[in-house]
Structure formats: C-alpha cells, structure tokens
C-alpha cells in the first residue's frame, strides 16, 4: 500500500473530473454541485521506472507495484461543518486518510458554475479549511467535557490530557489547523486518538486550462504564494489533460507530454507530493516468481519492513541481504554486483534506503 489520499473541494472545482482521470474509476462528473454523493474510492498503481528495470532484467511471473488509494470526497460547502449542503456525514471521510489533496478551482469557464459565482481561490481555500477547523473543534469539545470529568478523578495523566485538550480548543477556536500548535506528548496523543482532519498532511491541486498547465496564472501564483507562507505544497493539474492521459497507452501518453512540454503526469505529481509530505519510501524485492514494490516510512531499519511484508518476517528477522538501486543499476543484474562486492548483509539496525533490493532471512 502507498497512501490513502482524501480529495476534498468546494463543488464545481473539478474534483471528480480529476479523481476519474488519475483512478480511472469512472466515478460521475457533472456541472453541479453535490454530484458526488457518496465518496468513490480509487487504486492506484504507483509509477516507478525502478519497478520497470527490475521486471526488464528478471521477466517474472507476478508483478505487483505499490498502490495509492484515492477517495474522493462531496462536495463541501460553507456550513458543513453544522449540516450545511450534504451535511458534514462526508467530513468524517476524510479520518481515514493519511493525507488531503484540497483541489482548488484556478480556470475561468463562464459554462461551469462556480457556487460562489466567481472565481476566487483564496476564498475557497479559507471556506473548506474554516469548515475543517469548525469540525475538530466540534470533536475537542466534545471531548473536552469527557476529560474535564476524569481530571475530577485527580491523576496527573487526566490532568495531562485535560490540559492538552483546553489547549487544542483554544488553538482551533483562533482559526488555526491543528497540525500548527506546539505539540507534547499528551496533545499528539489527543490528535491521535481524535483523528483531527486538520492535523492531516494536506497539499494543494491547482486544477487549470490546458493553456495553463506548464506555467499557471495569477490563480496559482496566488495560491503557491499561500501554500508557501503555510509551508504547504502545491501541485498544477489541468483535468482535461489528465482525462486524455488516462485514455492512452504508455508510448502515446509520452509522445503527448512531450508536446504539451510536461515532464511527467499529474498523476506522477500528486504521488510524488503525497510520497514526500508522509515520509513515504520504497523497498523491493526481486526474482523470477514475483517483482514487487513495498511502501514504507523514512527512517525504518530492516526488521520493520520485512515486517510490512509478514509480521513472521519481522518477529524471527535474521538478517538482510541488501543492494541499492543504484548498484543494480550500474551492473544490470544481482549476481553481477555480488560479484563486484556490492551486496551487502545488513542487520537489525540497518535504516532501509529509498530503492533498496532486500532478501530478509528470517526464523520461522
């Protein structure tokens, strides 16, 4: 698995457009508002030209790429925090991702309505985090009177979560997400156990004209300048394009990039964003049966992600035999950099590198 990404926007704004073109899932795109009522769910395999190599040079039986899942979410509006529109049933959606996408309108088409009638992506990016921020401080509150009983009990820990608690209401009550308040122990565990929305990693989906698609407009420079004094990312996607990609075959979508003078995807850009801001990394492991790509988290050592393989794999872990991407590369197959003295017998306080090839042996 990659990353399960929530794709959140105002209606109109061309979420779905977008989500049916990266997933390929066909969910219903139309001009006007909530025509997404339930949230589609879409998988999706992660690009990778390491993944392509390894299948090149072993010819396997089986070949299983890494995987994003997409849900893409209604339409929200202003309100939904209090059942405005839909209602906010679609917010508690958005929990089970590990990351958001928030597409954001930057196109002037007078035949697409715009719910609020005029283009204004500041506007709608203050609506739909406000509504976010509305939604987790309805939750803190909530737990606020719970914890405000078990401090009565007089424990430091109640006390502990009491205060973290109070803290987090006041942070949200000032219009600030969750992931900007200083954290300790007691508040990244209130986070936690509350799945605050705006404790998510979040990036931003620029969704313009096809003119616009390699150097944006004054819409995007006045997004990337806001997503920047947040230290947010942005991506620009033209949803069009990415609907006549997804129609193609490898070699023509190349052939199309490079007229449009796009170095990669969309796709490729909302992975790729997706991968940095969660800290995600990729493993493989290689031979004749099976050519497979595992997600992992930076920073892992090697029993930790042969456990993402099997949890057995990771209680016996022995040791790892290990190549980088790179070496494998450079002499084109494993026996060859073995014989250059490349692979390497890592153990259980190895960190796992972006690209590594491992064979983990293991107690049974």
Known sequence: MGFKCGIVGLPNVGKSTIFNAITNAGAESANYPFCTINPNVGMVSVPDK?????????????????????????????????????????????????????????????NIIHVHEVVNPLRDVEIIETELILKDLESVEKRLAQETKNARIGTAKAKEKLS????????????KPAREIEKNEATEELIFELALLTAKPIFYCANVSESDVIKGNAYTEQLKKYADERKQDMVIICGKVEEELAEMEQAEKT????????????????????????????FFTAGEKEVRAWT????????????????????????????SYSDFEKYGSLNAAKDAGHLRTEGKDYEVQDGDIMLFLFNS
């Open 296 to 323: 992992f988290h930076k920073g892992w050592k090697a029993p930790a992600c042969a456990g993402v393989i099997h949890t057995d794999f990771e209680k016996g872990f022995i040791r790892a035999e290990t190549l």
């Open 255 to 282: 052939e199309f990039l490079k007229e449009l003078g796009m170095a990669e995807s969309g796709l490729d850009q909302v992975i790729k964003k997706g991968y940095g801001i969660l800290g995600l990394r990729t």
């Open 164 to 175: 973290a608690c109070e803290a987090l209401a006041k942070h949200l009550g000032t219009g």
């Open 50 to 110: 390491r993944l392509d190599t390894l299948v090149k040079a072993y010819n396997p039986k089986s070949i299983v790429p890494a995987v994003t899942q997409f849900v893409d979410i209604a339409g929200l509006v202003k309100g939904a925090s209090q059942g405005e529109g839909l209602g906010n049933q679609f917010l508690t959606h958005i929990r089970e991702c590990e990351a958001i996408m928030e597409v954001v309108r930057c196109f002037d088409d007078e």
